[in-house]
């Protein structure tokens, strides 16, 4: 199955791997690891034969039942590279501003394997792959806690403060009830940042809140607050 072929089917089924444009980007390799982690296939990202048979037998179960599926809203290009400038892509095992040990792109123990050590090191392909599967689990969570609709710039916002505080932390935030109760974007925002211990993260979570509340078409987010200018979608 070529990559064209695997992003149709990824969006046939409801799936969100960004354009079909033939090309393997983190988007495309999310959705697969997605899909695999419905599928109850092991999560790596690659479309071998049993994902491959896996997706074959989902569309033709999809075209049985004639039902729409569903869209599963997901991070757009701009929101992945905004995170990714936030949490920043390092090769070689580091202690984070709270001590705990960290690789690739914001990678924690938290997160599942690779368990980061002193002394790890991997590669820039295999940090690409390792965040594309542990971004699926923090986009379920913001799926799952917000029951309103979300544009793409809310989602994005959210789902980078998800990664940073994790998904239980998430659930209950009063920044989550704030939106599903309809409240205003100021109150939530205000809620937002109310997550501002260490002292380092103050940046990153008012950059959050600022591209929570302020749409692409106005103005691109910073990844911190304190950036001279916004993200470049080359980051």
């Not at 938290?110 to 965040?131: K, N, R, S, V, W």
């Not at 109760?181 to 993260?201: D, H």
Request: glycine share 8%; net charge positive.
């Amino acid at each position: 199955m070529n990559t064209r072929e695997l992003q149709t089917r990824l969006t046939a089924l409801g799936y969100a791997p960004g354009p079909i444009d033939g090309v393997m980007g983190l988007k495309t390799r999310a959705a697969t690891v997605a899909f695999q982690r419905a599928a109850g296939l092991y999560p790596d990202g690659v479309a071998g034969p049993k994902t491959e048979a896996a997706l074959m037998a989902a569309i033709e179960a999809r075209t049985a039942d004639a039902t729409p599926a569903p869209v599963r809203q997901s991070m757009s290009a701009i929101g992945l590279a905004v995170l990714i400038s936030r949490e920043a892509r390092k090769l070689t095992a580091y202690r984070d501003t709270k001590g705990i040990w960290t690789i690739g792109i914001g990678h924690t123990a938290a997160a599942g394997a690779p368990i980061p050590y002193q002394g790890l090191t991997i590669t820039a392909a295999e940090a690409d792959a390792i965040f594309a599967r542990d971004l699926t689990q923090y986009e379920d969570a913001v799926r799952a806690a917000i029951k309103v609709p979300l544009a793409h710039h809310q989602f994005d916002a959210l789902a980078s403060v998800c990664y940073n505080i994790g998904t239980g932390g998430f659930a209950g935030a009063t920044f989550v009830k704030r939106i599903n109760a309809g409240e205003s974007s100021a109150r939530i925002r205000a809620a937002i940042l109310m997550w501002r211990k260490p002292a380092e993260i103050i940046s990153r979570r008012t950059g959050e809140a600022d591209q929570f509340v302020t749409p692409y078409s106005v103005s691109l987010p910073k990844a911190r607050s304190t950036d001279a200018r916004p993200i470049s979608l080359a980051a």
